[in-house]
């Protein structure tokens, strides 16, 4: 697609529930970043994939967040058991590859855990 | 750990006004990217830095590397209301994942 579109846009969820986030990337592009960005802080590191490599898992924040991508495209993060605090928005971006090239990001997925 | 700080993190100006933006950090980056995030959206790419000193011009947009690739800045001439959003500056060291600062949210008032 000519942008990276995440999906739903927004979720409401009850504590507890399992969620599972979408993210479509930029065809072509090798890499996929998933980020957390809280109400009036920057962008935290979740997880990134870069090609067919292992991902980086090294920003996810517990264990009940995971990711996969399939077929070097489309990736889902999902968040097990949510608490209250696991509410933010939710960004994936895409690049070229991983390097010093720039993020397409996509608008977000705002999680609100009830 | 990788840190940037981003400073003022708040900042209110008059149109027309200029201003400037920096990001610091003890490490040193590869590259050093910033971008401007807009409610409801997530951050757009303004500029990507890769030289020490290398200065890159975008219309009113005027962005700076640190010599040492340390640091960065970016400076808005006569700014508009248009220029309103957030901004982040953001780093990395070639193989790794960018790292951002908390960001610095710019309001222009007509």
């Known amino acids: 697609g000519a942008g990276v579109s995440q999906s739903p846009s927004n979720k409401v969820t009850e504590k507890g529930k399992d969620v599972e986030l979408r993210c479509d990337p930029i065809?072509?592009?090798?890499?996929l970043y998933w980020y957390r960005q809280s109400l009036g802080q920057g962008l935290e590191f979740l997880i990134y994939?870069?090609?067919?490599?292992?991902?980086?898992k090294s920003g996810l924040p517990s264990d009940r967040f995971s990711a996969e991508r399939t077929g070097g495209s489309v990736s889902t993060l999902t968040i097990q058991r949510t608490q209250q605090e696991d509410s933010a928005v939710y960004l994936c971006?895409?690049?070229?590859?991983?390097?010093?090239?720039?993020?397409?990001f996509g608008s977000g997925t705002r999680l609100t855990v009830v | 750990t990788q840190l940037l700080e981003q400073s003022p993190q708040f900042l209110s100006i008059q149109e027309g006004e200029n201003l400037t933006v920096y990001c610091n950090s003890s490490?040193?980056?590869?590259?050093l990217q910033w971008y401007r995030q807009e409610p409801g959206e997530g951050p757009v790419l303004l500029v990507t830095?890769?030289?020490?000193?290398e200065v890159k011009k975008l219309k009113r947009l005027t962005f700076q590397f640190g010599d040492a690739r340390k640091d960065s800045s970016l400076h808005i001439t006569a700014a508009q209301p248009g220029d309103t959003g957030l901004y982040l500056c953001a780093g990395t060291s070639g193989n790794t994942p960018l790292v951002f600062g908390k960001g610095t949210r710019l309001s222009v008032i007509a």
């Open positions: 994939f870069q090609g067919n490599s292992a991902p980086d």
């Open positions: 490490s040193v980056f590869s590259s």
């Open positions: 971006a895409s690049s070229l590859v991983t390097g010093d090239y720039g993020y397409t």
């Open positions: 830095v890769v030289t020490g000193g």
């Open positions: 065809s072509g592009h090798t890499a």
